[in-house]
Every structure is written in structure tokens, then in C-alpha cells.
């Protein structure tokens, strides 16, 4: 139910430009570990290129072709080489393994049902090369927040932005909690002044609560080895903004 969100990678890109502390995780933790490297939604490249850059072997799997095209054309502008293949996370067969494989930016929440996380687990532990780790971060849910996700159309002013094509847009966001499926749906409007709406494009992200993460890795092959609350590798608590996950073969 996403879909159309990602089939707007350039303004994606403008509206979340990347870079900051999730990006230094990544290269420390990628260089750290070494070696090949599988990012599953890689969207436009945020964290993939720079890993590339760094010298480790990459292998970017995203669902939108509009994402891929993107992030194929800021690799091949930058002169990274980077491996592009268009796949669903769900259930994918690249015949080999990595040292390296990581899901970030809430990609993971996309899945919804609980027989879809399970079954991308399976499919990251038959790619994990001996002694290598998955790491992915999701949003720390919290009650909250998910109980103020009251259905009313409201603008997100740290999210506007300057579009060279179109000028100043505005970003309005409509989200509603289902607290049966675990799943935040949202509806997102961007604007400009003559144009409004110019995009309306639903995005859906399922909440994991920390008590059933670890579940569903071990229903799909996998031990949670570590959890941290934020990039600075603080402890996994109750008020951490982020579950930010390493894991190994169980
Ligand atoms: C929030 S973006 C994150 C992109 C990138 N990882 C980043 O850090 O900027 C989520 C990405 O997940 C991709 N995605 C969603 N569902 C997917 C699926 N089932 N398989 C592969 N990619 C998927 C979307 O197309 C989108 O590019």
C-alpha cells in the first residue's frame, strides 16, 4: 500500500535528505564487521553508497523500480559501484551470502503480517555468510504516539522542503492507528501554492512491539543478539526512540 510514496524518489529524496547519524552507524558497523555487503529496501542509495564508497561490495534489493532508478543514477554520478536488483524482502533468492546485511529506516515496517517478517527473516539467514550479522532499526513503538494518530490532516513544517522545479512544497500528514493489525495508516499530501495536492500518496507502517521482535527472528531462523535505543548504541529501555537490532543465525 506503499508503492506510490516510492514512485516519487526524487522529491523522496529532497524530503528526506539523508546523511546524519544512521549513515555513521552503518559505515562504522559495515567496516567494523568487513566485507560484502546486502541492504533489503535500499530506497535511493542513503546508506548503500556511502558503504559502497568505502570500499565493501554491495548489493542493494528494493521493491520500486522508481527508488532503483534513482539510486542507480546518484551511484553512477558519484562513480560508486554498486549492484542494483529489484526484489521483494519477503522472499528473494540472490545464490550467495554476505558478511553484512541490514534493513533501515523502518523499511522492515512495510511488512505487515507477521508471516511476511518471518518469511524475509528466513530469507536474510539463508544469506548470511559464516560469522556474519543482520542489523536493522525500527521505530521503538510508543502508546502515545500511536493513540494521538487521530485521522486529521496536518502540516509537518519540519518536513517542507525547496523543490528547484517547483519552489517551496508543503508536507500535510493524515494518520490513523489500527490497533487490530498494528498498523499506523497514513495519508500524505505534498503542496505547493499553486498546486495543491500535487501528490496524495497513502504510506502504511506496522508497529513491532519489543516483546515480540524476538519471536519473530527465532520463528525465522535468527537470535537477537544485541538491541540498542539509539545510534549511540545506548541500551534498548522503554523510552528509546529506536530498537536498533543485531542478530546472527539462532
Ligand atoms: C523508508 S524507505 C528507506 C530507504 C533507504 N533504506 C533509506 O535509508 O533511505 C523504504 C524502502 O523500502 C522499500 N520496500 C518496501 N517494501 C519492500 C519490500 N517488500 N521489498 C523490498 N523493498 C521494499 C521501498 O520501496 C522503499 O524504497
Known amino acids: 500500500m506503499s508503492e506510490a510514496f516510492?514512485?516519487?524518489?526524487?522529491?523522496?529524496d529532497l524530503m528526506f535528505p539523508g546523511g546524519g547519524p544512521a549513515v555513521d552507524f552503518y559505515r562504522a558497523?559495515?567496516?567494523?564487521?568487513?566485507?560484502?555487503v546486502l541492504e533489503l529496501g535500499c530506497g535511493t542509495g542513503h546508506k548503500l553508497i556511502p558503504l559502497a564508497s568505502d570500499g565493501h561490495p554491495c548489493v542493494g534489493l528494493d521493491f520500486s523500480s522508481d527508488m532503483l532508478a534513482e539510486a542507480r543514477r546518484k551511484a553512477d554520478e558519484r562513480g560508486v559501484a554498486?549492484?542494483?536488483?529489484?526484489?521483494d524482502m519477503?522472499?528473494?533468492d540472490l545464490g550467495r551470502a554476505f558478511d553484512y546485511v541490514?534493513?533501515?529506516a523502518n523499511s522492515l515496517l512495510h511488512l505487515h503480517e507477521a508471516e511476511d517478517l518471518v518469511s524475509c527473516f528466513r530469507s536474510v539467514r539463508r544469506h548470511l555468510a559464516p560469522g556474519a550479522r543482520f542489523v536493522f532499526d525500527v521505530f521503538n513503538p510508543s502508546v502515545r504516539l500511536l493513540a494521538e494518530a487521530d485521522g486529521v490532516r496536518r502540516t509537518r513544517e519540519s518536513l517542507s522542503f525547496v523543490d528547484p522545479e517547483r519552489g517551496r512544497v508543503s508536507v500535510d500528514v493524515a494518520e490513523a492507528y489500527?490497533?487490530?493489525?498494528?498498523?499506523?495508516?497514513g495519508t500524505w499530501h505534498l503542496s505547493t501554492d499553486s498546486e495543491p495536492d500535487f501528490v496524495v500518496a497513502p504510506l502504511e507502517l506496522r508497529s513491532i512491539f519489543p516483546q515480540e521482535l524476538p519471536l519473530l527472528l527465532a520463528l525465522g531462523g535468527l537470535r537477537l543478539v544485541e538491541r540498542f535505543g539509539d545510534w549511540s548504541g545506548r541500551p534498548f529501555a522503554e523510552d528509546a526512540p529506536l530498537q536498533l537490532c543485531v542478530?546472527?543465525?539462532a
Open 247 to 249: 542478530c546472527e543465525p
Open 29 to 36: 558497523d559495515a567496516d567494523r564487521r568487513g566485507g560484502s
Open 82 to 87: 554498486v549492484e542494483w536488483a529489484r526484489g
Open 90 to 92: 519477503r522472499a528473494f
Open 178 to 185: 489500527d490497533a487490530s493489525a498494528q498498523v499506523t495508516r
Open 6 to 12: 516510492y514512485s516519487q524518489a526524487r522529491l523522496y
Open 102 to 104: 541490514f534493513i533501515t
